[in-house]
T-cell receptor, first 116, second 111 residues
Framework: DSGVTQTPKHLITATGQRVTLRCSPR?????VYWYQQSLDQGLQFLIQYYNGEERAKGNILERFSAQQFPDLHSELNLSSLELGDSALYFC???????????????FGPGTRLTVL | DQQVKQNSPSLSVQEGRISILNCDYTNSMFDYFLWYKKYPAEGPTFLIS?????DKNEDGRFTVFLNKSAKHLSLHIVPSQPGDSAVYFCAAGPSDDKLIFGTGTRLQVFP
C-alpha cells in the first residue's frame, strides 16, 4: 500500500459525459501528479500540482482539468468524453516540488475509466 | 514519436536465471532514468534509478546499466523469482522536466 488513494476504482460512462476522479496523496506529500495509461501505451504525464498550485503541465487535453484543494487532495475532471479517453488514470504524490524527485513519487492504484 | 521505447512487450524467464529488460531512448537531454514495477490492480512502484553520470547502479538483485552513447539502458534481475512477475516500465527525463515512460515489458518468471 503506497498510501495514495484514488476513487473510484472503476468508472463506466457514455460519450459526451463528464466525470471527476479523486486522489488523496500520502500524508505529508505536497505534490500530486496525474498520469494516463491507455491500452498498449506507457504512462503519459498529464499535470502536476504542488501545494495547491499548478507546477507542470504535460499532454493534457483542453477538455481535461485538475485542481488541488487546501487539504491537498486533487481532482481530475474529464469532460466531453470520447471513446479514446478510456484508460487507466493514475495519481502519484511526492513530498517535493521538483520533478527531479522522481524516486519519491508514490502511485495510487488507479481509476479505470471506460467510455462507451 | 516515442522518446522512450521498450521493444519487448513480454519476457519469460525460468526461476533462478537472469532477467534482462531493455529500454531505448532518443532524447540526448535525458539525464535521469528509472525503472518502475507494476503488479495488476496496483499503481507502479519505484524500483531503481540511475543518473547520466553513472553507468551502473545496483540494489540487491536489481542492477541498471546505462549506455549513453547507445542511448540504451537495461535492468538485470538476478536471480529471478516468481514474485518478480510484473510489468516493468522504463522512464526517463531531464532532471528539470517531466518523466517520459515506456510502454512496459511484462515479465513472467516460471518455476
Amino acid at each position: 500500500d503506497s498510501g495514495v488513494t484514488q476513487t473510484p476504482k472503476h468508472l463506466i460512462t457514455a460519450t459526451g459525459q463528464r466525470v471527476t476522479l479523486r486522489c488523496s496523496p500520502r500524508s505529508g506529500d505536497l505534490s500530486v501528479y496525474w498520469y494516463q495509461q491507455s491500452l498498449d501505451q506507457g504512462l503519459q504525464f498529464l499535470i502536476q500540482y504542488y501545494n495547491g498550485e499548478e507546477r507542470a503541465k504535460g499532454n493534457i487535453l483542453e477538455r481535461f482539468s485538475a485542481q488541488q484543494f487546501p487539504d491537498l487532495h486533487s481532482e481530475l475532471n474529464l469532460s466531453s468524453l470520447e471513446l479514446g479517453d478510456s484508460a487507466l488514470y493514475f495519481c502519484a504524490s511526492s513530498v517535493g516540488e521538483g520533478l527531479a524527485d522522481y524516486n519519491e513519487q508514490f502511485f495510487g492504484p488507479g481509476t479505470r475509466l471506460t467510455v462507451l | 514519436d516515442q522518446q522512450v521505447k521498450q521493444n519487448s512487450p513480454s519476457l519469460s524467464v525460468q526461476e533462478g536465471r537472469i532477467s534482462i529488460l531493455n529500454c531505448d531512448y532518443t532524447n540526448s537531454m535525458f539525464d535521469y532514468f528509472l525503472w518502475y514495477k507494476k503488479y495488476p490492480a496496483e499503481g507502479p512502484t519505484f524500483l531503481i534509478s540511475i543518473s547520466s553520470i553513472k553507468d551502473k547502479n545496483e540494489d540487491g538483485r536489481f542492477t541498471v546499466f546505462l549506455n549513453k552513447s547507445a542511448k540504451h539502458l537495461s535492468l538485470h534481475i538476478v536471480p529471478s523469482q516468481p514474485g518478480d512477475s510484473a510489468v516493468y516500465f522504463c522512464a526517463a527525463g531531464p532532471s528539470d522536466d517531466k518523466l517520459i515512460f515506456g510502454t512496459g515489458t511484462r515479465l513472467q518468471v516460471f518455476p
